[in-house]
């Protein structure tokens, strides 16, 4: 049985915890019953000797195996990871969704996208990740009462991501702890002015609001300050030709989208610049976790 699901770019500039779309790039584990336990990694995480022993897709998967099936099967794990760890780019999501759409299917049991999506909340308390980690595509997501509400639109094939991807991680969890306690209601206004015509305009398709629309005052400035020369990355991002350009998550990944005709020449720039970032085009998902039995 297989298992793979997608890299995630959340917030896309003042959609904090609100706003999050799925990209090409995934996390795959092939899961096989064997006499013993055992895990295999390839790509991210494999120089990590301790994810063999503590990691996070097993505890979660064995949560949730021990209590759906009475049997007491060994597996063989085997990992394939392209979503790099703690650098704004969903891992912590991947892992999350993996681990419980593997414990469902390794018993033969049909688990609904939006029942996955609400079982991963418990992981996760913000949706921006988890939602298109499941469904694919650009979501705008809220939790009400325990329950993930989202809305879902598919991206278009003419557009793609340019991910720049530092040499440096930044942990979810350190960098929420560096963002204010209070804002002002005019930084309040124009945090929801601007996501909302962000949302208005991936829902109608008008791209060239993207620039205007995806700037925010909530989190990026102070998250940024932490490396310094991500305001680089965004500006020669937009110059050279991005619809926008906003930090992926909480960092330290910056995420851009351009039409296909400009993402070469963007990538380029980019690279000629952070010589020691890993740059690359990727195009977008619009399915989600998907499991192959
Ligand atoms: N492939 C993986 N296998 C096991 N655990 C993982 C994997 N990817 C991420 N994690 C867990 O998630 C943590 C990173 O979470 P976080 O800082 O939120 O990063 P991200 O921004 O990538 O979601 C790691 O320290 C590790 O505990
Ligand atoms: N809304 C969250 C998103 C965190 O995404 P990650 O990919 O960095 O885990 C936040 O801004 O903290």
Sequence with gaps: MRVSVPATSAN???????????????????IKPSKFHSVSLKGEGSNNPALKDNNMFISIFNDFYHNLSTKRRNFRFEFFNEVPMSRGLGSSSAVIVSAIASAYAIEGIELPKPKLLNLALAYENHPDNITPAVMGGFNVATVQDNEVKYIKKDMPKYLKAIVVIPNRPISTHMSRKTLPYKYSKDDAVFNLSHASLLTAAFMTENWEMLRIASQDKFHQKYRMKQMPELFEVQKTSLKAGSLMSTLSGSGSTFFSISHADDCRKIEKELKAKFPHFRVFVSDFDNYGVRVDK
């Design 12 to 30: 896309m500039g003042p959609g904090f915890d609100t706003l999050g779309i799925a990209l090409r790039m995934k996390n795959q584990v092939v």
